[in-house]
């Protein structure tokens, strides 16, 4: 590696709001994520027979826990930058405005960190917690740990996971 490769900044977790394609990069990227997939068997009770019998049911949606950090005295973002970022986040988690209450729900995110992770989420949760203030009380650094849960329209086979992991190619738009 050379010195110049050291100064190069890698590329960013973006998350995307798909309904309005408003969008943030992170301000550093996350030193870790989690990633879990839980599979659904039913058990069969077979009279008689010496064990329970397994039927694969389904595969639940990617489930990704991720912390991002947001630091207003880092010379990469100002306080409304990282303000901003928070205020995005927290609308992720309400419904957009619709013609009536039960049509709407929470926008779909495209999580995109370049060859780690590509994938239409829901925000599941999301919490911040505060670390430094500036005299009017306003908050200057800040984590925001997202629990972020795929969700998709089509079927996902082994293949294609095996293939190409958690970077999904682009779905079909709703309605499609």
Same mark, same amino acid.
């Given at each position: 590696?050379?010195?110049?490769?050291?100064?190069?900044?890698?590329?960013? !977790?973006?998350?995307?709001?798909?309904?309005?394609?408003?969008?943030?990069?992170? /301000?550093?990227?996350? *030193?870790?994520?989690?990633?879990?997939?839980? %599979?659904?068997?039913?058990?069969?009770?077979?009279?008689? !027979?010496?064990?329970?019998?397994?039927?694969?049911?389904?595969? #639940?949606?990617l489930k990704l826990a991720l912390e991002l950090t947001?630091?207003?005295?880092?010379?990469?973002?100002?306080?409304?930058?990282?303000?901003?970022?928070?205020?995005?986040?927290?609308? !992720?988690?309400?419904? %957009?405005?619709?013609?009536?209450?039960p049509s709407t729900s929470p926008p779909r995110v495209? %999580? &995109?960190?370049?060859?780690?992770?590509?994938? *239409?989420?829901? %925000?599941?949760?999301?919490?911040?917690?505060?670390?430094?203030?500036? !005299?009017?009380?306003?908050? &200057?650094?800040?984590?925001?740990?997202?629990?972020? #849960?795929?969700?998709?329209?089509?079927?996902?086979?082994?293949?294609?996971?095996?293939?190409?992991?958690? /970077?999904?190619?682009?779905?079909?738009? #709703?309605?499609?």
């Amino acid at each position: 590696m050379s010195l110049a490769d050291a100064f190069q900044r890698p590329p960013r !977790l973006t998350l995307a709001n798909i309904a309005t394609g408003d969008s943030i990069e992170a /301000q550093f990227n996350p *030193t870790g994520f989690e990633e879990a997939i839980e %599979v659904g068997w039913a058990h069969l009770k077979v009279p008689g !027979l010496s064990h329970e019998r397994l039927h694969f049911v389904n595969t #639940e949606n990617l489930k990704l826990a991720l912390e991002l950090t947001f630091d207003a005295l880092d010379t990469t973002s100002s306080l409304d930058d990282i303000l901003k970022s928070r205020r995005f986040l927290m609308s !992720l988690c309400y419904p %957009v405005a619709g013609e009536d209450v039960p049509s709407t729900s929470p926008p779909r995110v495209l %999580v &995109v960190w370049p060859s780690i992770v590509s994938l *239409t989420c829901v %925000v599941g949760s999301l919490s911040f917690k505060y670390g430094r203030f500036n !005299l009017q009380g306003t908050p &200057v650094q800040f984590t925001a740990k997202l629990a972020l #849960e795929e969700i998709r329209d089509v079927r996902l086979t082994s293949d294609e996971v095996l293939a190409e992991g958690s /970077q999904r190619p682009a779905a079909a738009p #709703e309605g499609a």
